[in-house]
């Protein structure tokens, strides 16, 4: 197959890639399953989250990353090498050109690993782009204008606030809060105020289904299962919305926080700029309800939720590998 450029969100929860011409190609868990004995791989991404909590004790299936950064190099780099392969096959005559999503606040040693990481894995050349400037580009924001430009991008791992204006960062925050953790704050209430264990998936469950970033006069409820703390016997209650709106607020509180530090360090100029056109919230996180309603009353400034916001970073990809030379000299980092 002579696929050339690939662009890769390499996100702490999903991974998806963009390939030109084709759109988006692959949309799976950032999951590895790993054989404890043989040290070998066996399974990425759809395959390895179905294992996740069901392994026997000489199979581990983990997340390589974390708080959008490598946290396990040679298992990022065996998936990396999987979904490299699963859009432009095994064999090839052609290397591909890869570009990576990475987040604002990584250090030159995350990026170097994560550009090392690629090229072992079958690249022939990888470049990594902030996922602010991505998140913005596959949102329509005009960021080579000489006016500012706000997105927050809320992942699995991080919420990434940025102002942005003549194709650069002017300011940015990189918070380590982000889908996970509001799925972790979930847990830790429904423990603490009913005495009933549940795990990840459902608390992501109840997340989508009733979650919302304000209190909701006509409440939901959902009924929900999991161990008794008590018994240690199954039991199913049922919880309202309310209470996940209760439960995440520490949270919501971190990601207020970053956007108000990113605001405070903003040039006058581009904090009006701001205020007339708004914030724009990108990244999975963005669809818990009511949340660009939460930023909008607590900033007073208006908020609003891009276009299939989940796909904006890896969109932002395409439109880069689209206008590669363009791009190389002002965004693009590569070492």
């Known amino acids: 197959m002579w696929i050339k450029k690939i662009g890769i969100d390499l996100g702490t929860a999903n991974t998806l890639v963009f390939v030109p011409g084709k759109g988006i190609v692959s949309n799976e868990p950032s999951v590895v399953a ?3 004995t043989e040290n070998r791989v066996l399974a990425v991404g759809n395959e390895a989250k179905e294992m996740l909590g069901r392994t026997p004790d000489a199979i581990t299936a983990t997340r ?13 780099e065996a998936m990396l090498k999987y979904f490299i392969n699963k859009v432009s096959g095994r064999i090839r005559f052609v290397r591909p050109e890869v570009m990576i999503s990475v987040p604002a606040g990584i250090t030159s040693t995350e990026r170097r690993a994560v550009v090392d990481a690629a090229i072992r894995a079958g690249a022939k050349a990888a470049y990594v782009v902030k996922e602010p ?9 005009p960021i080579q204008n000489a006016q500012g430009n706000m997105i927050i991008d809320i992942g699995g791992g991080t919420s990434e606030v940025a102002v942005m204006s003549l194709g650069g960062i002017v300011s940015a925050h990189s918070a380590r809060v982000g889908g996970d953790k509001f799925d972790q704050a979930i847990i830790d209430y429904i423990k603490r105020k009913h005495g009933l264990v549940v795990g990840d998936r459902t608390a ?11 209190a909701q006069v006509k ?30 607020q520490d949270e919501l509180r971190e990601v207020i926080n970053a956007i108000k530090k990113v605001l405070q360090e903003t040039p006058p100029e581009l904090a009006a700029d701001i205020i007339d056109k708004g914030m724009i919230l990108s990244g999975g996180g963005a669809l818990l309800r009511n949340l660009d309603q ?9 908020c609003y939720v891009a276009d299939d916001p989940l796909f904006c970073v ?3 990809t395409g439109k880069i590998l689209d206008n590669l030379d363009m791009y190389k000299k002002t965004i693009m980092m590569n070492k």
């Open 294 to 302: 939460l930023i909008s009353k607590t900033i007073n400034v208006p």
């Open 219 to 248: 409440e939901e409820h959902m009924e929900i299962k999991g161990r008794d703390l008590g018994g240690g016997l199954p039991k199913i209650i049922k919880i309202s919305s309310n209470e996940i709106t209760e439960a995440l």
């Open 133 to 141: 400037i991505l998140a913005a580009i596959g949102a329509d924001i």
């Open 64 to 76: 390589p990353l974390k708080d959008g950064v490598i946290a396990d190099y040679r298992i990022t």
């Open 314 to 316: 890896v969109k932002g």
């Open 204 to 214: 992501e469950e109840i997340k989508i289904k009733i979650g919302s970033a304000i």
């Open 34 to 36: 790993v054989s404890m």
